[in-house]
């Protein structure tokens, strides 16, 4: 059975940066695409970026040069570190697993977390 929880959300002041986690049972994060999404209050769901097997990245043009998505095998893990966090970067952030190595320009996951909340005061 898949799992992915999220966790370093919090609170951090405009400009502040963060660095989220998702930890990956039942799944091998080198194998597949992996991506995050996030969820802004009153808002619909987002993708802000996506990796897939072999390593390459995308992004969402809104958060281009401000967050990065890496993955740390070892540990099993995805994760997005985010600088110059501002508050319209409020929002829930989710961790996404595809059942496949490689991302498709649709975004579509079939696994997901619970999200972990990221609040930016100003």
């Known amino acids: 059975q898949v799992q992915l929880v999220e966790s370093g959300g919090g609170s951090v002041q405009a400009g502040g940066s963060l660095r989220l986690s998702c930890a990956a049972s039942?799944?091998?994060?080198?194998?597949?695409?992996m991506g995050w999404f996030r969820r802004a209050p009153g808002a619909g769901r987002e993708w802000v970026a996506s990796?897939?097997?072999?390593?390459?990245?995308s992004y969402a043009d809104s958060v281009k040069g401000q967050f990065t998505i890496s993955k740390d095998y070892a540990k099993n893990t995805l994760n997005l570190q985010m600088i110059d966090l501002q508050s319209e970067d409020t929002a829930m952030f989710y961790c996404a697993g595809s059942r496949w190595p490689g991302c498709d320009s649709r975004h579509e996951f079939q696994y997901w977390g619970q999200g972990t909340q990221v609040t930016v005061s100003s």
């Open positions: 039942g799944y091998t994060i080198g194998s597949h695409c």
């Open positions: 990796m897939n097997s072999d390593g390459h990245t």
